[in-house]
């Protein structure tokens, strides 16, 4: 009986202290795992950019002359780093500047529109036009505007303010065009500009078949929320750029189906709910 009274009683007091240091160092807890989040978010962001590679080169030097003026006791070195460390906080400002840009732009704006019939058509138009111009392997850059106004993209080529059309968009990317080098702006159904330049994604392409309007189209959908189609002069494959990731369909049903379902599904979730409501 009286050891196992001890252990009960021992039990107890490792209860008692286990609760007590919970109580005292949750919040340590909670600090750490919202800076593991952070750190690991700011990973996937910029691994892939040309700013990480330029953030671990300052972290190594930075690193490097703390270990040397600690190990060797220099006073003006390190309040030499101190103070560059103000300074560092502003280089990183810059130098991550398009990544900031482009998390500020996704946090502004929700993500998808809601699409009428009227908008329904208009993408059906939309679709024919960009599979037209891969079967006459005609290099094409599309861009449609959502919730982030593309009114700078705009004035980087000739305004237009024009309808839809499979002929027009034929016309426009036929390979001896004055615009056919430049990307299409499309904005409440209509041609806003052609001939425009889409910012460059600075990342590191691993796939070295994309050409500059691939690049283009992942850049502007970095910066924006718009959605960039890309049609290959070389193969006529059929590209969507959505959020800076770049899918790639090998026929014509699959980009048709990709389409509308980032434009089309919100419509039908809207419809099916007051269906439900009505019933």
Not at 32 to 49: D, E, N, S
Not at 84 to 111: D, W
Not at 185 to 204: H, K, M, N, S, Y
């Amino acid at each position: 009986m009286s050891l196992l009274f001890r252990v009960r009683e021992g039990g107890a007091i490792f209860a008692a202290l286990y609760w007590e240091a919970f109580q005292n160092h949750w919040r340590d807890g909670v600090e750490i795992l919202v800076l593991w989040l952070v750190i690991y978010q700011l990973y996937r962001a910029f691994r892939a950019t040309r700013g990480a590679r330029i953030l671990v080169g300052l972290a190594t030097v930075l690193i490097g002359f703390i270990l040397i003026s600690s190990l060797l006791e220099l006073p003006v070195i390190s309040w030499i780093l101190r103070q560059a460390v103000f300074v560092l906080a502003f280089a990183l400002l810059i130098i991550f500047q398009p990544e900031i840009r482009s998390a500020l732009a996704k946090i502004g704006s929700s993500r998808f529109l809601s699409f009428n019939s009227g908008q329904r058509k208009f993408v059906n138009l939309l679709e024919d036009s960009v599979v037209q111009l891969s079967k006459k392997r005609f290099g094409a850059l599309f861009a449609l505007e959502r919730n982030i106004s593309l009114k700078d993209i705009q004035t980087t080529g000739v305004e237009m303010d024009s309808e839809l059309s499979v002929e027009l968009a034929m016309t426009l990317f036929f390979p001896k065009s004055a615009l056919h080098d430049g990307g299409v702006v499309l904005d409440e159904e209509r041609i806003a500009a052609a001939g425009c330049v889409f910012p460059v994604t600075q990342r590191d392409m691993s796939d070295r078949s994309l050409g500059l309007r691939h690049r283009a189209a992942i850049g502007l959908s970095e910066e924006t929320d718009a959605v960039a189609i890309v049609v290959s002069e070389e193969t006529g494959m059929i590209s969507i750029a959505v959020d800076g990731k770049l899918e790639r369909f090998k026929n014509e049903a699959e980009f048709r189906e990709r389409l509308e379902a980032i434009f089309l599904n919100h419509e039908q979730q809207k419809d099916s709910s007051a269906a439900e409501s009505d019933s």
